[in-house]
């Protein structure tokens, strides 16, 4: 029997005050897993909490930033001590700096790349000796259109997200054997406060251009929601993945598969 129910499992979801990590968490909760999140602003936990009330979720919240190793260590071992271990672990905090290459500071590349590659590495280190000392576990890294694609303005974002498609299959490589499966999600282009500068309506009230842009490229024709995301994320959290590893499922519209919408009339 197929199962998608995480009744009984603790899920942490990074950077879950809002966005794509609260719309994943919520989902993870729905099939019954218990809820911790972290972000670093305390205003933005205070909202989050409230809201994940707001929907019934007894979410535990923490304030940690992913990429200091000594503050989670910290958290892991709070939620360790308040909730269990943690059996899933999704790497969803990440920053974009949407910058030309040759106008970026050294420190503000390695800033995108510490948050959105180093700090998936230390949460997943944090994590992989408990799962293995409780026989198992889960990872899912929220990767990025980037992970496969370049374009102007995201060099270190998306170096780092194509770096977080090669943890994902090295910590599937080397901790496979104990049961953990590591996978990502790439999500396409999603509504969200990090695309809403892409979003944002023009001085004449006309949409943004990028948003033509994109829709002409997915063949949903639309941009996503942050809840598309959630049952692709329930299914890699489940027993129901339990023979998939090193995947990044791609929850983008089907924008990958498709060259653009061609010129009206061809
Ligand atoms: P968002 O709306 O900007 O939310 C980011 C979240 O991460 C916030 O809760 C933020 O809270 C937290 N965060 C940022 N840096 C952190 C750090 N160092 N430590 C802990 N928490 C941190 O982003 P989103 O659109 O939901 O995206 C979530 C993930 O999906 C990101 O990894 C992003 O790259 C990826 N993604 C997004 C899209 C999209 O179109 N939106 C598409 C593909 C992939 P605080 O600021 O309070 O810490
Ligand atoms: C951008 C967007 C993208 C999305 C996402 C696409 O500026 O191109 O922010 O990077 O966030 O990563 O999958």
């Known amino acids: 029997m197929v199962s998608f129910d995480l009744t009984g499992k603790t899920a942490l979801v990074t950077g879950a005050a809002y966005g794509i990590g609260f719309a994943i968490a919520e989902g993870l909760a729905g099939a019954g897993a218990k809820i911790a999140f972290n972000c670093r602003s305390q205003k933005n936990l205070d909202a989050a909490l409230a809201a994940y009330a707001a929907k019934g979720i007894d979410a535990h919240g923490y304030i940690a930033d992913v990429t200091g190793e000594e503050q989670v260590a ?100 080397e901790y496979g054997k104990y049961n953990i499966q590591c996978n990502g999600i790439g999500p396409g282009y999603i509504a969200t406060p990090q695309t809403a500068p892409l979003r944002e309506r023009q001085p004449d009230g006309s949409m943004h251009p990028f948003d033509e842009f994109i829709r002409a490229r997915t063949p949903a024709d639309r941009w996503g929601e942050a809840e598309d995301l959630a049952g692709p994320a329930v299914f890699l959290a489940s027993p129901a993945s339990d023979f998939v590893n090193g995947h990044i499922l791609y929850v983008d519209g089907g924008l990958l598969a498709y060259i653009g919408r061609q010129p009206a009339g061809e």
């Open 74 to 173: 910290s958290l892991i071992a709070q939620i360790e001590e308040e909730l269990g271990g943690v059996d899933i672990l999704v790497n969803n905090a990440g920053i974009i700096k949407r910058v030309p290459m040759t106008d970026m500071t050294a420190a503000e590349f390695c800033q995108v790349v510490d948050i959105d590659l180093t700090g998936p590495f230390i949460c997943a280190k944090a994590v992989i000796p408990g799962m293995i000392a409780r026989g198992g576990g889960k990872i899912i890294n929220i990767c990025s259109m980037t992970s496969e694609l370049g374009r102007e303005t995201v060099s270190a974002y998306a170096a780092a997200k194509g770096g977080l498609k090669m943890l994902t299959r090295n910590i599937a490589a």
